[in-house]
């Protein structure tokens, strides 16, 4: 029996072999920038936890930063933003990718 992987594939502008952009085993791609700089990546399974991780990857192959615990949605345009889902208790947070600190969004229809 083998083992599952989940890849976060990416073909550069202009250049014919795909990267990987995968981190762990269980990455798969949420966003893009709007410069094609950078990738906001889930991550699954072991190294992802109980509710998944978000990763920030640039395109050029410098290692994966861990942006925060939860669901990876989407970047805003200038990536410096990235949406996040969070389980428990249930909620959706803006998160800097840089600098800074996540702002939770009040969304009444989420429930615990």
């Given at each position: 029996m083998g083992t599952a992987r989940n890849e976060a594939l990416f073909l550069p502008a202009g250049e014919t072999?795909?990267?990987?952009?995968?981190?762990?085993?269980?990455t798969d791609a949420a966003d893009i920038s709007a410069d094609g700089k950078a990738v906001l990546l889930r991550e699954a399974g072991e190294a992802g936890g109980p509710g998944g991780a978000a990763y920030l990857r640039r395109v050029d192959g410098s290692p994966a930063v861990k942006v925060t615990e939860g669901t990876a949605e989407a970047l805003s345009r200038d990536a410096k933003w990235a949406a996040c889902i969070r389980e428990s208790p249930p909620r959706i947070l803006l998160v800097p990718t840089g600098a800074g600190e996540s702002r939770s969004l009040v969304n009444e229809g989420f429930e615990e």
């Open positions: 072999e795909e990267k990987d952009l995968s981190w762990f085993s269980g």
